[in-house]
């Protein structure tokens, strides 16, 4: 009878408790004598049911029997290992074992009452209800079933469940009790369970002996590919079929003798040269090890045996037998040492080939003893040998009677000295295979005994060479397990390699550098085996990323080869590792500047073109805003269509504003740059920043001191604060903190290693902070690009942090933007400091129209632009020559005749652009005036962004008012 597992001998007690909670006291437990903590918790139950029994006889004691045996009833469930709980017919817990509060982290007082779909969600709440509502319409428990159970800290436990009903007194269902079990360590044994079982099973189909499985009468129940091979039947065929089918009626008597031996003893047996009948009919001879094959509790089920074929090496056997006079001559006459013995040790036959190894003759052998034949050492060998194998004779266990012992024996020479021969002993039997005399062939091993002492030698030499390289050294076996790790392991990594043999690979590797080991692993055993052609000596090197003893991550390059058997299978891995974690952070290093380089190289481009755009459009804008207030003047105040050509007005203005942030971004805004100190200008502006962004934003202001000066245009460090500002406040929708900071800063040489577009020097700091929204990483790489916006359709252009960046870059600046994702961002803008002092220009005051005369040369490409200006200049008195290119220009200069008291001409035109056109007029004209226009500067014109001393320039668009100042400007300078 099977041994009841540990399981089921708590479920049988936790049967016999529900019984007698119901007043059913007939049950009793079963206690072995192993008086193990199952049997004396088993002894406890029994006794406590007794008692109950007694106490429920008692009927003017009942009230105390029912809380007495409730109360031992849960100090019994409380011991045990599984949660016990009972419900009511809707779910609700009623009483539970203290390992249900344990297992889920609830109290006793939380889970009372608790519908158990509180436990769980709702696909295990509903596999449950219908195990709940089964269990009541069949009466029947239900065992066994896998489900999910929530803890209290919101984990998954995967358990498994049997649930059976409860009834009352009158046999009436009043709901559910069960036991509840952790299936985590189940699952993961089923798990490691395949995994063997897929391994072990495609090691029996590869190996090259034949492997069977045969249940206790002897039917086959497995059979590997050799097997079949062997016999000539297929697989299907062989399943099912009985050992006495495919065996001739004396093996079958014998295989059953040997099966009978093994289940009765539990050891294995060899046996040798059977017969079996293939499928062709054919008789071919077998041998084989057979051993029992047991369940998960240990009972025999059947037996699993090893066949190879001997056919062959019977037949020449019998071969032998029947040459045995043409043996005898070989022996007579081979190189190799025949002795026989009898069981005392002394000789009775020795080859002529003993005097040719030891020297001496069978005669003078035959007259020493065998201990003067050999050195102490190998005489004791000898002996020990030899009692070891008497005692297996006498001991009546089963054993290979055919068996043999090699042994190496260090034999005297007749001239003093010593050879080694290589001896294979083994028993001659009698007709009732009792041993009687001993065999004994040896060879001269002298030759390999020297040159495995060379051997060792050149061993020790190369040990201690590998003991002492710079590189590590790992010997594995096919399945990753350590075989040999070289002393240097501790220099590259900091474990000795005792340590890091003790630590699963799994465990020294990132993961993602264990799954390309065992890719690569997997490919080349693959290739092994896969029949194709392929370089036995071939290798492979890769990266891994492996742990350091003190937790550091570094980078090492394997160079991975196969040692192989003299098959030329695969035995075991060699793996050559070397750390290159400085080369693979000076790689790092270099894709980091060059992504750098690439980036400042985009921007360049993408400035350029929105420079260009920036130029035509303002054109196009200067058309519309001339027209416009052209138009106005040609209306009354009261006029139906002022109000529609206001609107015009007020789109060009902003879109005026558009091309501004775009030439700002291109650095090709005209600025006029003035010495400043930043903690001053911010101060300014600071009632300005706090309207911007709101009471709900707490504004704080950290000025450096003795802060540097800095040369930058005013107004367009306004529009950096007034844009970052705004970006704050948007990365802050429920209030926050904005921060800004100054300080002066030196930057090194070292630092700007690490950053391409940085130069060393002083500048000064200027760091705005939020702890908003922050960026994500993906979009930071993105941000001062011209029209990026992360916000909504409508909120924003893209072009404030590009405007930003643009006017930095102008100044010869740089940034830097720091920023997690709910961390907030700092930017940080760095302005060359500057102790060059210098007088601020006076400020032009606001005038009204002015009129003048005199003759203007006006020289616009624009077929539009130079229409509209030249109707502007006429309203303002003046007299107008408008040509459409320099070179219908110069003529006009060089005929002398024509009076020119100023040239308005544009920058950039085809052929030949302004400066060009004012040089050739100079040499014409000496002192010639001249307004240069346009909608971006060009380096004609413009020297890194700074206007020429002595260059008058009007930036498009303009209105009309404006270009009648800087000219009455111009003229009056004159």
Same mark, same amino acid.
């Given at each position: 009878?099977?041994?009841?597992?540990?399981?089921?001998?708590?479920?049988?007690?936790?049967?016999?408790?529900?019984?007698?909670?119901?007043?059913?006291?007939?049950?009793?437990?079963?206690?072995?004598?192993?008086?193990?903590?199952?049997?004396?918790?088993?002894?406890?139950?029994?006794?406590?049911?007794?008692?109950?029994?007694?106490?429920?006889?008692?009927?003017?004691?009942?009230?105390?029997?029912?809380?007495?045996?409730?109360?031992?009833?849960?100090?019994?469930?409380?011991?045990?290992?599984?949660?016990?709980?009972?419900?009511?017919?809707?779910?609700?817990?009623?009483?539970?074992?203290?390992?249900?509060?344990?297992?889920?982290?609830?109290?006793?007082?939380?889970?009372?009452?608790?519908?158990?779909?509180?436990?769980? +969600?709702?696909?295990?709440?509903?596999?449950?209800?219908?195990?709940?509502?089964?269990?009541?319409?069949?009466?029947?428990?239900?065992?066994?079933?896998?489900?999910?159970?929530?803890?209290?800290?919101?984990?998954?436990?995967?358990?498994?469940?049997?649930?059976?009903?409860?009834?009352?007194?009158? +046999?009436?269902?009043?709901?559910?009790?069960?036991?509840?079990?952790?299936?985590?360590?189940?699952?993961?044994?089923?798990?490691?369970?395949?995994?063997?079982?897929?391994?072990?099973?495609?090691?029996?189909?590869?190996?090259?002996?034949?492997?069977?499985?045969?249940?206790?009468?002897?039917?086959?129940?497995?059979?590997?590919?050799?097997?079949?091979?062997?016999?000539?039947?297929?697989?299907?065929?062989?399943?099912?079929?009985?050992?006495?089918?495919?065996?001739?009626?004396?093996?079958?008597?014998?295989?059953?003798?040997?099966?009978?031996?093994?289940?009765?003893?539990?050891?294995?047996?060899?046996?040798?040269?059977?017969?079996?009948?293939?499928?062709?009919?054919?008789?071919?001879?077998?041998?084989?090890?057979?051993?029992?094959?047991?369940?998960?509790?240990?009972?025999?089920?059947?037996?699993?045996?090893?066949?190879?074929?001997?056919?062959?090496?019977?037949?020449?056997?019998?071969?032998?037998?029947?040459?045995?006079?043409?043996?005898?001559?070989?022996?007579?006459?081979?190189?190799?040492?025949?002795?026989?013995?009898?069981? +005392?040790?002394?000789?009775?036959?020795?080859?002529?080939?003993?005097?040719?190894?030891?020297?001496?003759?069978?005669?003078?052998?035959?007259?020493?003893?065998?201990?003067?034949?050999?050195?102490?050492?190998?005489?004791?060998?000898?002996?020990?040998?030899?009692?070891?194998?008497?005692?297996?004779?006498?001991?009546?266990?089963?054993?290979?009677?055919?068996?043999?012992?090699?042994?190496?024996?260090?034999?005297?020479?007749?001239?003093?000295?010593?050879?080694?021969?290589?001896?294979?002993?083994?028993?001659?039997?009698?007709?009732?295979?009792?041993?009687?005399?001993?065999?004994?062939?040896?060879?001269?091993?002298?030759?390999?005994?020297?040159?495995?002492?060379?051997?060792?030698?050149?061993?020790?030499?190369?040990?201690?060479?590998?003991?002492?390289?710079? +590189?590590?050294?790992?010997?594995?076996?096919?399945?990753?397990?350590?075989?040999?790790?070289?002393?240097?392991?501790?220099?590259?990594?900091?474990?000795?390699?005792?340590?890091?043999?003790?630590?699963?690979?799994?465990?020294?590797?990132?993961?993602?550098?264990?799954?390309?080991?065992?890719?690569?692993?997997?490919?080349?055993?693959?290739?092994?085996?896969?029949?194709?052609?392929?370089?036995?000596?071939?290798?492979?090197?890769?990266?891994?990323?492996?742990?350091?003893?003190?937790?550091?991550?570094?980078?090492?390059?394997?160079?991975?080869?196969?040692?192989?058997?003299?098959?030329?299978?695969?035995?075991?891995?060699?793996?050559?590792?070397?750390?290159?974690?400085?080369?693979?952070?000076?790689?790092?290093?270099?894709?980091?500047?060059?992504?750098?380089?690439?980036?400042?190289?985009?921007?360049?481009?993408?400035?350029?073109?929105?420079?260009?755009?920036?130029?035509?459009?303002?054109?196009?804008?200067?058309?519309?805003?001339?027209?416009?207030?052209?138009?106005?003047?040609?209306?009354?105040?009261?006029?139906?269509?002022?109000?529609?050509?206001?609107?015009?007005?007020?789109?060009?203005?902003?879109?005026?504003?558009?091309?501004?942030?775009?030439?700002?971004?291109?650095?090709?805004?005209?600025?006029?740059?003035?010495?400043?100190?930043?903690?001053?200008?911010?101060?300014?502006?600071?009632?300005?920043?706090?309207?911007?962004?709101?009471?709900?934003?707490?504004? *704080?202001?950290?000025?450096?001191?003795?802060?540097?000066?800095?040369?930058?245009?005013?107004?367009?460090?306004?529009?950096?604060?007034? *844009?970052?500002?705004?970006?704050?406040?948007?990365?802050?929708?429920?209030?926050?903190?904005?921060?800004?900071?100054?300080?002066?800063?030196?930057?090194?040489?070292?630092?700007?290693?690490?950053?391409?577009?940085?130069?060393?020097?002083?500048?000064?700091?200027?760091?705005?902070?939020?702890?908003?929204?922050?960026?994500?990483?993906?979009?930071?790489?993105?941000?001062?690009?011209?029209?990026?916006?992360?916000?909504?359709?409508?909120?924003?252009?893209?072009?404030?942090?590009?405007?930003?960046?643009?006017?930095?870059?102008?100044?010869?600046?740089?940034?830097?933007?720091?920023?997690?994702?709910?961390?907030?961002?700092?930017?940080?803008?760095?302005?060359?400091?500057?102790?060059?002092?210098?007088?601020?220009?006076?400020?032009?005051?606001?005038?009204?129209?002015?009129?003048?005369?005199?003759?203007?040369?006006?020289?616009?490409?624009?077929?539009?632009?130079?229409?509209?200006?030249?109707?502007?200049?006429?309203?303002?008195?003046?007299?107008?020559?408008?040509?459409?290119?320099?070179?219908?220009?110069?003529?006009?200069?060089?005929?002398?005749?024509?009076?020119?008291?100023?040239?308005?001409?544009?920058?950039?035109?085809?052929?030949?652009?302004?400066?060009?056109?004012?040089?050739?007029?100079? *040499?014409?004209?000496?002192?010639?005036?001249?307004?240069?226009?346009?909608?971006?500067?060009?380096?004609?014109?413009?020297?890194?962004?700074?206007?020429?001393?002595?260059?008058?320039?009007?930036?498009?668009?303009?209105?009309?008012?404006?270009?009648?100042?800087?000219?009455?400007?111009?003229?009056?300078?004159?």
């Amino acid at each position: 009878m099977a041994v009841k597992s540990k399981k089921d001998r708590i479920g049988k007690m936790i049967e016999t408790l529900r019984k007698s909670a119901e007043g059913d006291f007939f049950e009793k437990l079963d206690v072995s004598a192993k008086n193990d903590e199952i049997d004396l918790l088993a002894d406890a139950v029994n006794k406590a049911v007794e008692k109950a029994c007694r106490l429920t006889a008692a009927e003017n004691h009942a009230d105390i029997h029912e809380r007495t045996g409730e109360r031992r009833y849960k100090d019994i469930l409380d011991t045990i290992e599984e949660s016990y709980f009972e419900v009511d017919l809707k779910g609700n817990l009623i009483f539970f074992n203290d390992t249900v509060s344990r297992d889920l982290g609830y109290t006793a007082d939380e889970l009372a009452g608790m519908h158990f779909r509180q436990l769980t +969600d709702r696909k295990n709440g509903d596999m449950v209800y219908e195990v709940f509502h089964c269990v009541f319409l069949t009466g029947k428990p239900i065992k066994g079933f896998d489900w999910e159970i929530l803890k209290k800290d919101g984990t998954r436990l995967a358990v498994e469940s049997s649930v059976a009903l409860k009834r009352n007194d009158h +046999d009436k269902p009043i709901g559910f009790r069960g036991i509840v079990r952790d299936a985590a360590q189940r699952k993961q044994a089923e798990k490691e369970l395949r995994q063997s079982e897929e391994r072990y099973r495609t090691i029996l189909e590869i190996m090259g002996e034949g492997y069977a499985e045969e249940d206790l009468k002897g039917t086959l129940t497995y059979v590997n590919d050799v097997a079949c091979k062997l016999m000539g039947y297929r697989r299907e065929e062989l399943i099912g079929m009985n050992y006495r089918q495919y065996t001739t009626p004396e093996t079958a008597r014998d295989m059953y003798e040997v099966y009978r031996r093994i289940y009765e003893t539990g050891r294995p047996v060899s046996m040798l040269d059977y017969d079996v009948i293939c499928k062709d009919g054919a008789v071919r001879k077998l041998q084989q090890n057979a051993a029992l094959l047991t369940d998960e509790s240990g009972q025999p089920k059947g037996f699993r045996v090893l066949v190879w074929d001997v056919t062959e090496k019977i037949k020449a056997q019998q071969a032998v037998k029947e040459s045995e006079k043409l043996y005898r001559m070989i022996v007579e006459n081979m190189h190799e040492i025949i002795w026989t013995m009898d069981l +005392d040790l002394h000789f009775k036959y020795t080859s002529p080939s003993n005097a040719q190894i030891t020297g001496f003759t069978t005669e003078e052998v035959k007259k020493t003893p065998l201990r003067e034949l050999l050195t102490p050492a190998s005489y004791g060998l000898v002996e020990k040998v030899f009692l070891e194998e008497m005692a297996l004779e006498l001991s009546g266990e089963p054993f290979d009677p055919k068996r043999s012992r090699i042994m190496e024996l260090e034999s005297r020479h007749k001239n003093g000295g010593t050879v080694w021969v290589e001896v294979t002993a083994s028993f001659s039997r009698d007709e009732n295979g009792k041993p009687v005399e001993i065999i004994i062939n040896g060879r001269d091993i002298t030759e390999r005994k020297t040159a495995e002492k060379a051997l060792e030698s050149s061993d020790k030499r190369y040990r201690m060479i590998v003991e002492n390289m710079h +590189d590590t050294i790992t010997i594995v076996d096919l399945n990753m397990n350590y075989l040999y790790q070289s002393p240097s392991e501790i220099r590259v990594t900091g474990f000795t390699p005792e340590e890091v043999m003790k630590i699963p690979i799994s465990k020294q590797v990132t993961p993602a550098s264990l799954n390309l080991m065992a890719g690569i692993l997997a490919e080349e055993l693959e290739l092994e085996y896969s029949g194709r052609p392929f370089d036995p000596n071939r290798f492979r090197t890769f990266e891994v990323e492996s742990y350091r003893k003190n937790g550091d991550i570094i980078w090492l390059e394997f160079t991975a080869t196969f040692n192989r058997d003299e098959q030329g299978k695969p035995v075991t891995i060699l793996l050559v590792g070397r750390d290159i974690t400085q080369r693979k952070k000076a790689e790092e290093e270099k894709e980091k500047l060059e992504k750098q380089l690439i980036q400042a190289r985009k921007m360049e481009t993408v400035g350029r073109l929105a420079g260009g755009v920036a130029h035509d459009f303002n054109n196009m804008l200067n058309v519309i805003m001339g027209y416009a207030e052209l138009t106005k003047m040609s209306l009354s105040e009261d006029s139906e269509i002022m109000q529609n050509i206001l609107e015009i007005e007020k789109a060009a203005f902003r879109s005026r504003d558009l091309t501004a942030q775009l030439l700002a971004f291109s650095r090709k805004q005209i600025i006029a740059p003035k010495m400043i100190n930043l903690n001053s200008l911010i101060s300014d502006t600071q009632n300005s920043i706090a309207r911007l962004i709101g009471e709900d934003i707490d504004f *704080n202001f950290v000025p450096g001191d003795d802060l540097n000066m800095v040369k930058i245009d005013p107004s367009q460090f306004e529009q950096i604060l007034m *844009n970052l500002a705004v970006n704050a406040r948007d990365a802050l929708p429920d209030g926050g903190k904005l921060t800004i900071e100054t300080a002066n800063l030196r930057i090194d040489p070292t630092y700007c290693q690490d950053h391409l577009d940085f130069i060393p020097g002083d500048y000064v700091l200027l760091a705005v902070s939020d702890n908003g929204t922050g960026i994500d990483k993906n979009d930071l790489q993105y941000i001062f690009e011209p029209f990026f916006t992360t916000k909504a359709v409508g909120k924003g252009t893209g072009l404030g942090l590009a405007t930003v960046y643009g006017i930095v870059k102008q100044h010869n600046g740089f940034i830097n933007v720091y920023s997690e994702p709910d961390r907030g961002t700092t930017f940080k803008i760095y302005l060359p400091a500057s102790t060059d002092a210098e007088k601020e220009p006076e400020d032009i005051s606001r005038q009204p129209l002015i009129v003048g005369a005199g003759n203007i040369l006006l020289v616009e490409d624009d077929d539009m632009l130079r229409g509209m200006i030249t109707e502007m200049l006429e309203i303002m008195g003046y007299g107008v020559t408008a040509v459409g290119n320099p070179k219908e220009a110069l003529p006009l200069f060089e005929d002398g005749e024509t009076s020119i008291d100023l040239v308005i001409t544009d920058v950039v035109m085809p052929g030949m652009n302004g400066r060009e056109l004012r040089d050739r007029l100079n *040499n014409i004209r000496p002192g010639v005036k001249v307004l240069f226009m346009s909608g971006y500067t060009s380096n004609v014109i413009v020297h890194h962004g700074v206007l020429e001393d002595g260059v008058h320039f009007i930036q498009k668009p303009f209105n009309m008012n404006v270009l009648a100042r800087k000219i009455a400007e111009i003229i009056a300078v004159f």
